[in-house]
Each structure stands twice: as C-alpha cells, then as structure tokens.
C-alpha cells in the first residue's frame, strides 16, 4: 500500500520537473526603444511618363462652327470694244429699208400680242406692203423639206435657178395665212405663185418685239431655188 503510493509520488514528481516553465509577461523598460515594421512604398520610376488627358466631347446644346463660305467666282470681264471702221452687214433684203416709211401709231386691232417667251430671236422690221401692217423677216419654227416645196413648182420650168417671195399673216400653232405674192426671179416664172401653194405647210415663229410675241404680225418668206430643187 504504501509502495504504490510512492510511486505515483515518484510519478508526479517528474511529470513536474518535465513540464516547461510557466510564461511571464515582460512589460517594457523604461527607455527601451519601439521599432515597428511598415509595408515596403513602391520605389517611383526615375522619369513618370506624363498621361493623355481626354479630349474633351462637345457639350450636346453647342453649336457646330459655320462651314467656309466659299469664294465668288471672279466678275467677267467687260466685252471687247467694236474696233472703229467695223461695218456691219445687213441682211439680205435690207438694203432697200427705209425707217420713215414705216406707219407710225399703235398696231391695229388685228395684231394680238401674247405674253411668254417662246425663244424665237427679236425680229426686226423687214419693209412694209401696201394697207398692211409692218413686215418682218420670217424665222422658222420648223423648215419646209424639199418635197413639201417640189410638189408647188412650176410644171413648165426645168432646172431653173431663182426664188419666190411671199408675205403672209402669223396665227396661232406657227401657221401662217393670208399670204401675197411680193417678188420672184426670173420675173413671170411662178416662183412666187409656188411658195404662196405651199405656205399651208410652213411653220414660222411670231416676231419678238421688246420681249413680247406678236401673233398676227406680218412676215416675209423667201424660198431660193438652184436648178429647180429648193433650198
């Protein structure tokens, strides 16, 4: 009994003597120095390259600049002067045009004059038939062919070279009527007895006047002829 009591005080006794000594808690002495260990700065480069600011977006209520307003094209220039000694030459059929024989006054009743610009050039007074009004030079709207021409001509005449003059009065759709024989050559050759035949089929533009149309004025018609075939 008292063996095994020795024992277990033999036992306790190393267990005691094997067992770490207890921990103590050091406060600080008096003037003992306290490092405390920081995370470690990044080091900077030696030359930062600078960032790209971002351009700025235009506000949505500004207003877009003006576009360039592109230059004038350059005034033309001034025409040339007609050199003095110029003659101009006159239309065939003028030569004998006498101004003062042209009756003066406003047009008949008869002369009706329509306003457009149906793009014939400007006439200009051509002469003048006995009682009628003011004659001016005819200008086609649509030329007569050969064959409207040669279906008139003369039975009795062959090869012959000349021309026929007529003046008839402008109506409506370029059509032309009231036409008078005024001159041929050879004289009593029927040449203007042929164009007067075929003036049904004539188209010719109303003589211009400051920019008006006079339909119902008067024009002259000539039609040439080289060895019988119209030109």
Request: proline content about 14%.
């Amino acid at each position: 009994m008292f063996l095994v009591v020795g024992l277990h005080a033999l036992l306790l006794l190393l267990l005691w003597q094997m067992a770490p000594p207890a921990m103590r808690i050091l406060e600080p002495r008096k003037g003992a120095i306290e490092v405390r260990l920081l995370p470690n700065d990044p080091i900077p480069s030696p030359n930062p390259q600078p960032r790209d600011k971002p351009t700025p977006e235009p506000a949505a209520g500004a207003q877009k600049p003006p576009a360039p307003v592109p230059p004038k094209a350059p005034a033309p220039a001034n025409p040339p002067a007609v050199p003095e000694g110029y003659s101009f030459k006159l239309m065939e059929g003028m030569e004998k045009f006498d101004l003062a024989q042209l009756p003066k006054g406003a047009p008949s009743a008869g002369t009706h004059l329509a306003t457009g610009d149906s793009g014939a050039p400007a006439a200009l007074e051509g002469g003048s038939i006995p009682g009628k009004e003011r004659l001016f030079p005819a200008q086609w709207q649509r030329k007569p062919t050969r064959a409207e021409l040669s279906a008139y001509f003369p039975k009795g005449l062959r090869a012959a070279t000349g021309f026929g003059m007529i003046a008839c009065r402008t109506i409506a759709n370029y059509r032309v009527d009231d036409c008078e024989e005024l001159e041929q050559s050879p004289a009593g050759s029927g040449l203007a007895g042929a164009v007067r035949q075929a003036a049904w089929q004539f188209r010719v533009m109303p003589p211009r006047v400051g920019g008006r149309t006079l339909v119902g004025a008067w024009v002259r018609i000539r039609i040439d002829y080289t060895q019988g075939v119209p030109e």
